[in-house]
């Protein structure tokens, strides 16, 4: 097992907005501390530009409200495939609350 979570790649090599997989196995972002030094941050609780990701709290906390969804405009796969995981997470997420309650909405 590595002993640094975030990546082994120097974040001030990168622009911010940047993603890599860390040696934890998640994925981290190069965000700028409060003195302009890029920092890897945990890619959950990074907010870039106003917006943060989309993430099963944040739909649990929404359950019959509208929510915008916007799509990263580079990404680590090929677009299809992104779209193709997001149902997956959708559907998952969706089987989940129906586990636990009878309803949804």
């Not at 501390?33 to 709290?57: A, D, F, Q």
């Not at 915008?68 to 193709?84: F, G």
Request: with cysteine.
């Amino acid at each position: 097992m590595k002993s640094r979570p975030s990546p082994v790649e120097s974040a001030t090599s990168l622009q911010e907005g940047s993603i890599r997989r860390g040696g934890d196995g998640n994925d981290w972002v190069v965000k700028k501390s409060s003195n302009g030094t890029p920092r890897w941050s945990p890619i959950e609780s990074v907010e870039l530009n106003g917006w943060k990701l989309l993430t099963t709290n944040y739909l649990a906390k929404h359950i019959g409200k509208p929510i915008t969804y916007y799509r990263r405009q580079y990404s680590l796969d090929n677009p299809n495939n992104v779209i193709s995981k997001f149902i997956t997470f959708c559907n998952r997420f969706q089987n989940t609350l129906i586990s636990k309650s009878n309803t949804i909405f």
